[in-house]
Structure formats: structure tokens, C-alpha cells
């Protein structure tokens, strides 16, 4: 059996304002949050092996940093490894060790070139 309700002008306006604000959360979860967490999830299943040579360009200004970086670059082509240049060159203390990170925690660029198997340099 049917209860019949009789809507008012207010009751009506009511059932509006719910729908809007039910409807927008429940958007808001399907198509932003519930995708974008399980992308984060993926991601962090994935480690990789990283390290960078960082050329700060404040004490020798851009050009010199440009010839910096194509002098290590020369090198690597010439047989060093990009190890011993991290080593040697690096100006970021924190990366001269080469450490396992979750892919989401570097730049999309990179991230996107480990996640399909290509090397950076």
C-alpha cells in the first residue's frame, strides 16, 4: 500500500536541493575521486631505480650550466657511466645515492617514460 505524500512548494524545493547536492557528490566520486585513487594505487605498485644530475645555474649562470651539462653528457657518450657522473656532478645531495621511489612521486614526464621501460637521461 501507498502512503500518498502531497507535495508542497516547499517539500518540492526540498527534494531539489537534495538531488542537486547527492548528485554532485555522487559525481564528484565516480568519475574524479574513485578513478584518481585507483590510478594512485596502480602507481604505487610500481618502484623504480632513479637519480639525477642536478646543474644549479646560480653560480654559473644558465650558459654555463648548459656547457656543464653537455661536458657530462660528452663524457657519458665517451664511456663514463651516468653513476660516476651523479657522483661527480650532482649538485642535489639527496639523489647521489641512487634509491627505489614510487613512480608517483616524480615529475608526470618522467614517470610516464619509467612506466613504459625507457631510460632518462
Known sequence: MKIPIRLTKSLTQELLDYKKKVGASYLLEKYLVEPNIKDWYEKRKVEVRASHIMIRPDSTGEAGARNKAQAILDSI????????????????????????????????????????????S
Open 77 to 120: 657518450k665517451l664511456g663514463k657511466t651516468f653513476e660516476e657522473m651523479v657522483q661527480k656532478y650532482s649538485q642535489d645531495q639527496s639523489i647521489k645515492d641512487q634509491y627505489q621511489v614510487s613512480v608517483d612521486h616524480l615529475v608526470e614526464v618522467i614517470e610516464n617514460l619509467l612506466i613504459n621501460g625507457s631510460q632518462v
